[in-house]
T-cell receptor
């Protein structure tokens, strides 16, 4: 079956521009996650949705970052007024969400590489 | 707070050698889950294994094996008879009951030379 897809795969933005990154999770997956991966580092958690509800946004680095999943399927991560430090790979993951307390296996998309000039 | 440490930044071996990637984790929770992911040059994280904190049985899958030891808070990964296709960055990750997010280590870049 189809895995997690993300678009665009690459995005170049001028500092100060707004960007929107899209994630299509695996069909039927209840949980959706966004992570940020800086060059040479491990992914870092940004936010988590269960269906359309954003249950954890503790990892969002500033109020310039905003995520939504209005119909409980596709999700968009928006970054306003981009800064050079926002340059990273943004990874989306989804999981079945069967375990109420967590621990489900997360399956990752290919990521969007954002470069802010 | 949770933490995952992968002390080996880079490892380089010759094909057919065995190699072990170390992972040490920190958590005060009694229920938690450990994962290994592979990130090839294409960039996509590929799931390899999931273990829960109550199952300390070692696991073998083909050339891959995992050694989970709660006494030392370690979850090490061994590749037997390594192949060039095993070259990638490998990440160890932890999640705890009640928090869905994964906490990743810094990763180990493994290079298998022909």
């Amino acid at each position: 079956g189809a895995g997690v897809s993300q678009s665009p795969r690459y995005k170049v933005a001028k500092r100060g521009q707004d960007v929107a990154l899209r994630c299509d999770p695996i069909s039927g997956h209840v949980s959706l996650f966004w992570y940020q991966q800086a060059l040479g580092q491990g992914p870092e958690f940004l936010t988590y949705f269960q269906n359309e509800a954003q249950l954890d946004k503790s990892g969002l680095p500033s109020d310039r970052f905003f995520a939504e999943r209005p119909e409980g399927s596709v999700s968009t991560l928006k970054i306003q007024r981009t800064q050079q430090e926002d340059s990273a790979v943004y990874l989306c993951a989804s999981s079945l969400g069967l375990l109420a307390g967590g621990g489900d296996t997360q399956y990752f998309g290919p990521g969007t590489r954002l470069t802010v000039l | 707070a949770q933490k995952v440490t992968q002390a080996q930044t880079e490892i380089s071996v010759v094909e057919k050698e065995d190699v072990t990637l170390d992972c040490v984790y920190e958590t005060r929770d009694t229920t938690y889950y450990l994962f290994w992911y592979k990130q090839p040059p294409s960039g996509e994280l590929v799931f390899l294994i999931r273990r829960n904190s109550f199952d300390e049985q070692n696991e073998i899958s083909g050339r891959y094996s995992w050694n989970f030891q709660k006494s030392t808070s370690s979850f090490n990964f061994t590749i037997t008879a390594s192949q060039v296709v095993d070259s990638a960055v490998y990440f160890c990750a932890l999640s705890v009951w009640g928090a869905q997010k994964l906490v990743f280590g810094q990763g180990t870049r493994l290079t298998i030379n022909p």
